[in-house]
Nanobody, 124 residues
């Protein structure tokens, strides 16, 4: 699976952005999809995941819960992350990833396929 993330940019605190992740795989709906992020000098961390198929199950890191929404469009083979009320601490490179593991994992080791990342910078 090849993944291409886009939509990052510079935004002021309190602003919004929507990230997209286009997948090359026609069986996109068979994969659990996720977003992770890595801030400068920090380890990559979990942001959100969505279950395969219609995406009935979603999970969020506590730090983004209530501000971010993950969704998927299986016709367009695209994953989204809508981000509201952005904070300076959300500044990071955001990566989309795909997993064929059972269930809906929230740890990076379960994801075998990764996009190249898109930079989100939130100014105060």
């Amino acid at each position: 699976v090849q993944l291409q993330a886009s939509g990052g940019g510079l935004v002021q605190a309190g602003g919004s952005l929507r990230l997209s992740c286009a997948a090359s795989e026609r069986t996109f709906s068979d994969y659990v999809m996720g977003w992770f992020r890595q801030a400068p000098g920090k380890e990559r961390e979990f942001v959100s995941t969505i279950s395969r198929g219609t995406g009935l199950e979603t999970y969020y890191a506590d730090s983004v819960k209530g501000r971010f929404t993950i969704s998927r469009d299986n016709v367009k083979n695209t994953l989204y992350l809508q981000m509201y009320n952005l904070k300076p601490e959300d500044t990071a490179v955001y990566y989309c990833a795909a997993s064929a593991w059972f269930g809906v994992p929230t740890y990076s080791a379960a994801f075998a396929y990764w996009g190249q990342g898109t930079l989100v910078t939130v100014s105060s």
